[in-house]
């Protein structure tokens, strides 16, 4: 059932992504809701900032409302957003509504959204399903809906649609989960998680040639169908995840050595650890050090973790008894470099940088290294960003 748009504000509150609550198995419902929202940015709004603050949202509100299963969020190829939640009940739902209302806190998030693309609608699950699963990037979401021909049965169309996915579905490479629902209004859904786009593809075009389906077709109203399809996104990096620093310099013509070797002790001895937040600093003083030959070391940059971002920020001034004596321009050939391990794996896949002189290495599904090369000017004062993708 379709909301009204006068609840356009509230709903959105509850709509991000993330995986299931400890209490999924204990359902007491024959059935759950699949709350199923799409709807464009507005004109200029930066996509990355969008997810993240989706995200956020996520964290600080909806996983904590009663009734909370599961959510996932996803982009089709013309920029309209998707944004599925799974709750225990149509009360939940309505009670997380109800709250979030009340909360002055995201009318940021609301300024970001195009209210006259805005849709959601609810779809009670004909069994529960099993939720239990993770989605990765890029993973897809297919959303299929439409209404039954006049006088069909609804059980036997239930009935069917389940054989479909068992016998079918179920069989595809690239297939996740399938779940099947109906709305206040008679409307259908099938949502359909693959791994790929091809994968979806692929399954459409074997069902087109498959002949033992027809009878399942006949059932629907193609005048009604309709068939959407969306790639998840997810953050590049999960808030929480532990991170480690180890800092190595390349002179011209000279091999990469770590800060640590520096002061004849071991390549992990002058490691830093911190644990992403999106509020707080992870590196505040970086490469700061006490008790070396050249006596107590002030941190060289303050480095700062967002869930898509990296901020440098260089905290001495020309006066700093250490590391004045490093600022300046690099030549060619020399790259400081920034070693981030991380305790889990990360989505980065890309980068892009306000420096010039930066470069972002993918290692390892748990290593990037943030590489300041030739042209760099290292300076009091200077700051620069890295936008993780």
């Known amino acids: 059932m379709k909301f009204s748009k006068i609840l356009f504000l509230a709903l959105l509150g509850i709509l991000a992504f993330s995986s299931c609550k400890d209490d999924d198995n204990d359902i007491t419902n024959n059935s759950i809701v699949v709350e ?3 709807f464009n940015l507005n004109a200029g709004v930066d996509a990355n900032a969008f997810e993240v603050r989706d995200t956020e949202i996520e964290q600080d509100f909806a996983s904590q409302q009663p009734g909370f299963l599961k959510r996932m969020s996803g982009v089709d190829a013309n920029g309209k957003y998707v944004i599925m939640v799974f709750w225990e009940t149509l009360a939940d739902a309505d009670a997380s509504i109800a709250a979030f209302g009340a909360d002055p806190t995201v009318a940021d998030y609301f300024g970001m959204i195009d209210g006259s ?4 609608e609810r779809f009670t699950t ?3 399903p099993n939720i ?4 990765a990037d890029k993973n897809v979401i297919e959303i299929t809906t439409f209404n039954l021909n006049t006088g069909v049965d609804v059980n036997a169309f239930t009935t ?3 054989e479909i996915e068992q016998d079918f579905a179920s069989q595809q490479p690239g297939f996740i989960r399938r779940t099947s629902g109906v709305d206040a209004d008679g409307k259908y859904a099938v949502i359909v998680f693959w791994e790929t786009l091809a994968d979806a593809d692929a399954s459409i075009a074997a069902f087109g040639v498959d002949p033992t389906v027809a009878d399942y077709f006949a059932m629907i109203d193609g005048n009604t169908f309709m068939a959407e399809r969306f ?3 997810i953050p590049p990096l999960n808030e929480g995840v532990n991170i480690t620093l180890r800092n190595t310099l390349q ?5 990469e050595v770590t800060y640590a070797s ?3 002790q071991a390549d992990d001895a002058y490691d830093e650890f911190a644990t992403l937040s999106n509020s707080t600093s992870e590196f505040a003083t970086a490469l700061a050090q006490a008790g070396t030959p050249a006596g107590d070391i002030s941190g060289l940059y303050n480095i700062d973790f967002t869930e898509n971002s990296i901020n440098f920020t260089v905290l001495p001034d020309n006066t700093d008894p250490f590391w004045a004596n490093v600022f300046g321009l690099f030549p060619a050939g020399k790259v400081d470099r920034y070693y981030f391990t991380f305790s889990e794996p990360h989505n980065i896949s890309s980068f892009s940088s306000d420096n010039s002189s930066l470069n972002v290495r993918i290692d390892s599904d748990t290593v990037i290294v943030v590489e300041l090369t030739e042209g760099y000017n290292l300076q009091p004062g200077v700051t620069f960003n890295v936008t993780l993708n």
Do not use: K, Q, W, Y
Request: aromatic content about 18%.
């Open 117 to 120: 693309t805005f849709s959601a």
């Open 132 to 135: 239990n699963f993770t989605l």
């Open 36 to 38: 199923v929202t799409t």
């Open 160 to 162: 069917r649609d389940a």
């Open 231 to 233: 790639e998840i996104f």
């Open 126 to 128: 004909f069994e529960i």
């Open 262 to 264: 520096l002061f004849g």
């Open 251 to 255: 002179d011209p013509n000279e091999a």
